[in-house]
């Protein structure tokens, strides 16, 4: 048993005539905070477009908790604990902050008995998750009219208004400012410690990354360049050469 709760096996995705992905295997623990960098064609969002359902992939299989799951749609894999951030902002900008994060929760659903019950449970909750992204002012903001750092740490409040077991992060840090970026840092340590989730980042900011992640994967023409610490990514010659623009 490896422990992944999220795996790549063997992937591989094809578009015509180009290979966006070849036997790429990877997973993510629970309590990991795993990055995945490489640089642009790499293929980081193609991958993460087949760990989330987006894209089934031509070869290969994905793996939640251990079972099989490539044929399921991305919807079922919501529901079973899989969560995902985008490089471009999805936020329902016509609601407020907190109404994004209640929308996060409706698919629970449940009868009219106990209907206002749950929804004080809601409320809670995504006051709960605000205050802990750091946000809590911002719940009646409506959230179109965000700046991009702020946006951003709303996406992330809503994608753990409902407890993921996996998280998905394209590009969190993206438009953030330097204070901003050390609160996102918080924020996901902590739902990595604290509350298990397994978390796999793509990030450009290099040093935002190694600062963050006990382990970082090297994606490169759509494979596995790399793979290891920090410390032994940085120190990988191949790395240097392909992404960090330094060779030898």
């Given amino acids: 048993m490896n422990g992944y709760v ?71 894999r919501a529901r079973h604990g899989m969560r995902r951030t985008f490089q471009r902002q999805q936020l329902f900008g016509q609601l407020s902050v907190a109404e994004n994060l209640l929308v996060a929760q409706e698919w629970r659903g449940g009868g009219p008995r106990g209907r206002r019950r749950r929804e004080r449970e ?56 330097a204070p901003e970026r050390e609160q996102l840092a918080r924020v996901v340590r902590r739902l990595a410690d604290e509350e298990g989730c397994a978390v796999l980042l793509v990030e450009h900011n290099v040093a935002f990354v190694m600062e963050l992640c006990a382990r970082v994967v090297v994606l490169d023409l759509g494979t596995v360049l790399a793979e290891g610490t920090a410390a032994e990514v940085r120190a990988d010659p191949l790395v240097r050469a392909a992404y960090l623009g330094t060779a030898g």
């Fill in 122 to 177: 809601r409320r809670a909750r995504a006051e709960e998750v605000l205050a802990g992204c750091g946000i809590a002012e911002l719940g009646p903001s409506c959230a179109g009219g965000l700046p991009v750092g702020r946006a951003r740490m709303v996406e992330l409040a809503r994608a753990v208004a409902d407890p993921p077991r996996v998280l998905l992060l394209d590009e969190p840090a993206s438009g953030m400012s």
């Fill in 6 to 76: 999220v795996e790549a096996v063997g992937v591989g995705v094809r578009f015509g005539g180009v290979r966006a992905l070849h036997g790429v295997s990877l997973g993510v623990r629970p309590g990991e905070v795993c990055g995945l960098i490489g640089p642009n064609g790499a293929g980081k969002t193609t991958l993460f477009d087949v760990l989330s359902g987006i894209r089934r992939p031509d070869q290969g299989r994905m793996l939640l908790g251990g079972v099989d799951v490539t044929r399921r749609s991305p919807v079922w």
